[in-house]
């Protein structure tokens, strides 16, 4: 399978553009291995800076009913410019994640929390999070975390795997 739409300037990125190896992960911020893999992820970024990492919304609200939630209040987050220090906050805290639980990671965040609250309650960026749903569904994605490395799908069974994953498609 192949990713669709492909990696654009309109993804959320962590790491340099350009970077040998593109991962676009498609994410569910209540999935205990979504978490995993953002795990996996930090310790990578802490290793080497020749990856890039796209993230994308794919709240799988049957059996995470925060998960919806939780992505526009990434989105919110974004739109007062701190997307990856929510993503991080959200993940960190996949267990707390009620209305008053965001409103209190966008405090800390020094987010403006009046429009932060409004923007999640009016579902203001719920356009957004479906965008992504519907470019993981055109994508193949059926589950939570999905990886394309450089817009191809990566059989990843275990989170922890994707480093040794990843040397072998660089050899």
């Known amino acids: 399978m192949e990713l669709h739409p492909p990696f654009s300037t309109d993804d959320h990125v962590r790491g340099l553009r350009g970077a040998p190896m593109m991962l676009v992960v498609y994410g569910d911020y209540e999935c205990p291995v979504s978490a995993r893999l953002w795990r996996v992820l930090r310790e990578m970024r802490a290793r ?3 990856v890039c990492e796209a993230f994308r919304h794919f709240p799988l609200t049957g059996v995470h009913p925060h998960s919806f939630t939780a992505a526009a209040a990434a989105e919110a987050a974004d739109d007062q410019k701190t997307f990856w220090s929510m993503h991080d906050l959200l993940f960190e805290h996949q267990d707390a994640l ?3 639980d965001l409103a209190a990671y966008a405090a800390q965040l020094g987010l403006d929390v009046e429009r932060f609250d409004e923007d999640v ?3 203001t960026f719920s356009d957004a999070v479906r965008a992504h749903q519907r470019s993981g ?4 994605v059926v589950t939570t975390p999905t990886v394309f ?3 191809q799908l990566l059989q990843l069974p275990d989170p922890e795997q994707l480093p040794d994953v990843l040397t072998r498609l660089r050899s």
Not at 137 to 140: A, L, R, Y
């Open 48 to 50: 080497e800076a020749a």
């Open 98 to 100: 009620e209305p008053a």
């Open 121 to 123: 309650a009016y579902g």
């Open 137 to 140: 569904v055109s994508s193949g």
């Open 149 to 151: 490395a450089n817009g």
